[in-house]
């Protein structure tokens, strides 16, 4: 039976929908790295990322190689760097908004004015 798209697409999400596979997938937008210098920037325990790893390999989102001892991984492709970059626009954009709105509501607030007489703080 095929899954439908919409549910694919809930499941590709949820798989995306963990910090430290984020800041991985953020880090290796700009070429690979190697596995060494993951652990470094984001300074989690070596089991941890390698769960991590482990899921975004198995998902087809990074591949891994080795150059001696040394494991590398890079991208599987640039569409996920463009998600990432899309997510970034729309974050900004909501942010930005959220800011507008707040700023109104703080213009429209009136000036704070001491308490009726008889109440507390």
Do not use: N
Not at 6 to 35: D, N, S, T
Not at 49 to 72: D, K, M
Not at 74 to 83: N, V
């Amino acid at each position: 039976m095929q899954v439908p798209l919409y549910q694919a697409k809930a499941e590709f999400f949820r798989m995306l929908g963990h910090p430290v596979r984020i800041r991985v997938l953020e880090l290796l937008q700009h070429g690979p790295v190697a596995v060494r210098d993951l652990l470094t920037d984001i300074e989690i325990e070596p089991s941890s990322l390698s769960q991590q790893l482990g899921v975004l390999r198995r998902a087809g989102i990074i591949v891994s190689t080795r150059q001696g001892s040394t494991v590398i991984y890079a991208l599987a492709g640039g569409d996920i760097a463009d998600l990432l970059k899309a997510a970034r626009r729309i974050l900004t954009e909501l942010l930005a908004g959220q800011y507008a709105i707040l700023t109104e509501v703080d213009e429209t607030e009136p000036s704070s004015s001491p308490l009726p007489a008889g109440r507390k703080t």
